[in-house]
């Protein structure tokens, strides 16, 4: 099964800049989707198709993705944004399912 | 504005079967393109895919679960159905429903999640 792993946290400075890093084998051939999860909340769609944002979002979260890591950049950081964040692909081959990252948790100092 | 709610049983027994409904409107299941899933995540833990049934009643499931799991659809009543039979206390998490955006790979719209506890 395909596998997506995550660093388990980030910690950023309020107007820094925040990286957080999806790996997979060969994740740069799939569309990566990433996730942001608030506390008692439900996971709200930020960054599509490796690069593109849904309506709403800030264009402060940017994605990028090569080779074996997918990478979702938060600029000019907020406290707000202290979240969960999940990336997603479609697995193929016989992996053809919904695959989410181990998450990663987004700490504003 | 496409929303979706799920419902089901707060509490269900080791070895029962657990069904959850998701309820939505904004967008039909019968066009084209259109598919609805089922995550769940157990607390503290990572979101975990369960199934998905596209617009034309092909489905998906997570191998790992797959002969736990069966996902219909009616599209009449704007409703979708996940049973999950031999459910166990690690089954213990919160159940969401998302939409399946037309002709695409992601989830862009989610449900608020429903708990479902498993214990005797």
């Known amino acids: 099964s395909y596998v997506l792993t995550q660093p388990p946290s980030v910690s950023v400075a309020p107007g820094q800049t925040a990286r957080i890093t999806c790996g997979g084998n060969n994740i740069g051939g799939k569309p990566v989707h990433w996730y942001q999860q608030k506390p008692g909340q439900a996971p709200v769609l930020v960054v599509y198709?490796?690069?593109d944002r849904p309506s709403g979002i800030p264009e402060r979260f940017s994605g990028s993705n090569s080779g074996n890591t997918a990478t979702l950049t938060i600029s000019r950081v907020e406290v707000g944004d202290e979240a969960d964040y999940y990336c997603q692909v479609w697995g193929g081959g016989i992996d053809r399912y919904y695959v989410f990252g181990t998450g990663t948790k987004v700490t504003v100092l | 504005q496409i929303t979706l709610k799920e419902s089901g049983p707060t509490l269900v027994k080791p070895t029962q079967t657990l069904t959850l409904t998701c309820s939505f409107s904004?967008?039909?299941?019968?066009?084209?393109?259109?598919?609805l899933g089922w995550i769940r995540q157990p607390p503290g833990k990572a979101l975990e895919f369960l199934a998905l049934i596209y617009w034309d009643g092909d489905k998906r499931y997570n191998p790992f679960l797959k002969s736990r799991l069966t996902i219909t659809k009616d599209t009449s009543k704007n409703q979708v159905v996940l049973t999950m039979t031999n459910l166990d206390p690690v089954d213990t998490a919160t159940y969401y429903c998302?939409?399946?955006?037309?002709?695409?790979?992601?989830?862009?719209?989610w449900g608020q999640g429903t708990l479902v506890t498993v214990s005797s």
């Open positions: 198709d490796d690069r």
């Open positions: 998302a939409h399946r955006r037309r002709n695409t790979l992601y989830l862009d719209s």
């Open positions: 904004g967008f039909s299941l019968s066009r084209n393109g259109e598919g």
